[in-house]
């Protein structure tokens, strides 16, 4: 629920100056991120297994870091965070002769549209407990590391290095001092990186290795030059030997090329090229000759993503392939069947050179690992989904949806009431792999979602009904950009307007709406975009052509309406150019910004929510080889337009930036490496990080009070409650702070569940404050409006900086007497009602308020009206029922009294007027007793036997009125009625007989000389 809050001093509610001071900065890292999931794993291209160790194994996400288990794949826990610096892993490998020694290359090589740079080797020497940068930080994207098999110190990496650009740090690099030093031993070229490397296994100082010519720019994938080519070296290294030409080989061009020398037979290499004519190609004289053993397009398709070989390390004639699928021959090559995994999209296998059977592989949709060669595998449910967008509904709780790259959508529960979010907590939508999805303001089921080749989709979620909604549904798979009518991009917009929820936009090289959710489209602008024609043309090749729609150039790639005025339209474009319409599209104006990079790409635009001429513009360059933050913020309609990215890291570039649309100027930025937050409009940025793990971030929204956010690697992470942040006002404090709590929902949710489930946020009021020190004197309480306190801490936190607790407020129930058996109706807390509330803060005898309001549940079918009756109701009963039980523990003391008095009489003289009173009396409160509460009830079923009396029935009652968000029924204020009358009955026969009879009694004790009976 959106709130409006003014800003004022007066929201800081501050106590006298304590020792130390609170910082905004400590309360920026008094945040915590949460996990929502979903687990599944997201692509992955590196993988290996420990030599002597069969239950440890590695893989690396591409975006997630490094995970490793210690069971065999059951379970897997991420131990890269906190070391590295950036998220990508490209290569893993793990010593043979050290299995404590495990070094990683970053930066993926299997080079998608949406890859993300590395920043060279990391090394552990503990099993992956610590890890070390050691070098080669500029090489981008390392495709292979391998470790001697004797020295864990000799180390070769083959590096393609800058993708999206020439640069000299490529090749194969050598270390044979453990990564304190390189020596680049392999180089062809500027466009030229190494793909492979792998030992001979019967001799460690021979190597075969694969240089690729490969690259990208914004519009266009190069896979195959004369750089790429076969090689060997006999000598460690030192000198290479170009095999590409060997008798055998394609005669052609050459593209990606993968090899494998077989641990069987130091003889037999396995190769699979990219070529006109390639294949898988088979060596039986250490690669002096070769044979074409299998050219089936299976093996070969879409080869700059795949061409993966992997020789068996027992039997010669067995070699595995990866592509889409996985596949084995037991024939030398000539022949492949295929292999099930878990997920299509193979991009590395690790098979243990002791027991073939045990093996781990790597695909698109995570790691798994089989003991059984490949029969059976282990789950992929890790949190490595890789997600370009984020968005959230309307209904409550809220969901987060977005596409996930190679996988379907998912709509997810943003909380549940159940321990954790689990997988029946989220579901597929609308769209594909890839794009934007959104949710209808008004009509949380109805879902828009897009995907490659400008499908989109519209998909219902109460009925399950699907239709394509396609802007032009004329299929473009395989064609250039150019030969499109409109051109979109894999993940072109899908906006609804923040003014009606009945028009929808999406964008091509135009933009376009939609009035009929999708049934139709207006085209409602020219072409946006420089429309360059030389970068129109097919992607892919010089040998196998790619395109899927990753690399349309000349798109509109982020478009929005501004929430402040109707009509107010911003579009940016994927070749760096910016356009904004005042008249809902009609007319517009190219605004884009001075120092904007050349073909920089319009990356998110947002308009503010609070000032109509105000917008931010996020730019990201990495295409261009350039990773640079870009940051721009115009306050006159883009006119003119300002740089703010200081404080953001230097290779950190931008892809959101986000306002608040509570606190003008407070903004949130997402990164290739991270998340970011200025207080100042831009003017200064700082790390949001805390505890969300390094990975990209490609998406975020602010969703009531929360900040959500879309990984690209590690799944979805919500900030919860952000207020602290909107209402710290200076940069330092020397008292406690007080921030107000956020409107609370009168809803009650789930705690945190297992190892393969998302976290769930806290219920009730949840009280932030910060303490400038240590203190062990903090009570938190919330009053009612009356003074009664409804909930309390009398032991919270004390630590200096933020602390966050959470509160239930609520009435107490009736009091159970001591024994008594009850048939389904035991005391129940009854919830306060909805209402404004004050919760104070007591810091040693320094006391801070702040009001909020307690809201109904929105889901709830009353009102809030309702609730109050409710609990006015609830409260009554339990009074009740309190007043019957008071009644049968004053019965029992007062008996108790009566028959030692009588015990007294007794002695006296037997048969006194005292001693018949006295029993005469014990008697009567007897029956009073028993039509108040059953005494014969001994155990949890005697109800059963002995029917229940007017204590059970009226505390049986506030069950009835409790259950559910619901005013309470007429027939229970008739029931109530009834019973209360009954009781009331009763309660006045007490009354009577412990003032007249007692005092007759009294009177008769006294003329013994025996002390009279007092009711306490």
Known sequence: MHR??????????????????????????????????????????????????PDEFYFGATGGGVWKTTNAGVDWTCVSDGFFKTASVGAIAVSRSNPDVVYVGMGECDIRGNIS????????????????????????????VRIHPNNPDVVYVAALGHVYGPHPDRGVFRTTDGGRTWTKILY???????????????????????????????????????????WKSTDGGATWKDLSKNPGLPKGLLGKIGISPSPANPKRVY????????????????????????????????????????????????????????GKSTDGGKTFRSIRTPHSDNHDLWIDPNDPLRMINANDGGANVSTNGGSTWTEQDIPTAQFYHVSTDNAFPYRILGAQQDNSTVRIASRTSGRGITADDWTSTAGGESGYVAAKPDDPEIVFGGSYGGYLERFNHRTGMSRDVNVWPDNPMGHGAGDSKHRQQWTF???????????????????????????????????????????????????????????????????????????????????????VSLDSGKTWSNVTPRGMPEWGLCSMIE???????????????????????????????????????????????????????????????????????????????????NNLPLSPVHDLVVKDADVVVATHGRSFWVLDDISPLRQIQSAVSTSAILFRPES??????????GPTTGDNPLSGIVVNYALPSQTDSVKVEVIDSDGFVVAKNESAPGAA?????????????????????????????????????TVRLTVGSNALNQSFSFVKDPRAECTEADLIEQARFARQISARVDDANRAVTKIRSVRDKVNAAVAEAKKVRQGTEAEKLGLDLVAKMGAVEEEIYQVRNKSGQDPLNYPIKLNNKIAALLGVVLSGDFPPTKQSYEVFDMLSTQLETQLKQLNTLLTVDLAKLNAALKSLGIAQIVVD
């Open 4 to 53: 409006t809050i003014t800003l004022l001093s007066s929201l800081l509610i501050c106590a006298a100056a304590a020792v130390g001071q609170v910082t905004r900065d400590e309360v920026v890292k008094g945040l915590k991120w949460r996990l929502v999931g979903p687990f599944r794993g997201g692509r992955s291209v590196a993988a290996s297994g420990v030599v002597g160790r």
């Open 117 to 144: 740079h590395g920043d060279g080797v990391y090394k552990s020497a503990d099993a992956g407990r610590t890890w070390t940068n050691v070098g080669l930080r500029d090489t981008r994207y390392i495709s292979k």
């Open 188 to 230: 062809v070229g500027d466009r030229a990186g190494a793909i492979d490397i792998e030992f001979d296994p019967s001799n460690p100082e021979t190597l075969y290795a694969a240089t690729w010519e490969a690259w990208r720019t914004p519009y266009s994938l190069n896979s195959g030059g004369p750089g790429s080519r076969l």
């Open 271 to 326: 190769a699979i090229i990219e070529a006109l004519d390639g294949g898988i190609f088979r060596s039986d004289d250490a690669g002096a000759t070769w044979t074409l053993v299998n050219e089936d397009r299976n093996w070969r398709q879409r080869a700059w993503y795949y061409t993966h070989v992997y020789a068996d390390p027992k039997d010669e004639n067995t070699v595995y392939v990866l592509n889409v699928g996985a």
């Open 493 to 579: 917009p899908i906006v609804f307007s923040p003014h009606d929820p009945g028009v929808l936009y999406t964008c091509t090289q135009h933009v376009l709406r939609s009035t009929n959710q999708g049934h139709s489209w207006e085209v409602i602008s020219p072409d946006l975009t420089r429309n360059e024609m030389a970068k129109l043309g097919p992607s892919g090749g010089p040998i196998t052509k790619d395109n899927t729609g990753v690399e349309y150039y000349c798109t509109v790639f982020t478009f929005a309406e501004s929430p402040v005025r109707k009509g107010l339209l911003w579009a940016g474009s994927d070749d760096g150019l910016v356009h």
């Open 607 to 689: 308009p503010s929510p609070h000032e109509a001429g105000a917008a931010y513009l996020a730019v990201d360059n990495h295409e261009n080889d350039d990773h640079a933050p870009y940051i721009f913020k115009t306050a006159d309609f883009g006119r003119t337009w300002t740089k703010t990215v200081t404080g953001i890291g230097s290779d950190a570039s931008v892809r959101v930036v986000r306002e608040d649309p509570v606190r003008r100027g407070l903004l949130f930025a997402g990164t290739e490496t991270g998340v970011y937050v200025s207080f100042d409009d831009g003017a200064h940025w700082q790390s949001l990080q």
């Open 744 to 753: 609370a929902y009168r809803a009650r949710f789930g705690g945190n569940g």
């Open 801 to 837: 900086g933020l602390n966050r607790i959470s509160l239930w407020p609520q009435y107490p129930s009736f009091t159970m007497v001591q024994g008594m058996i009850f048939w389904a109706a035991g005391p129940r807390p009854i919830t306060a009602p909805p209402g404004t509330y």
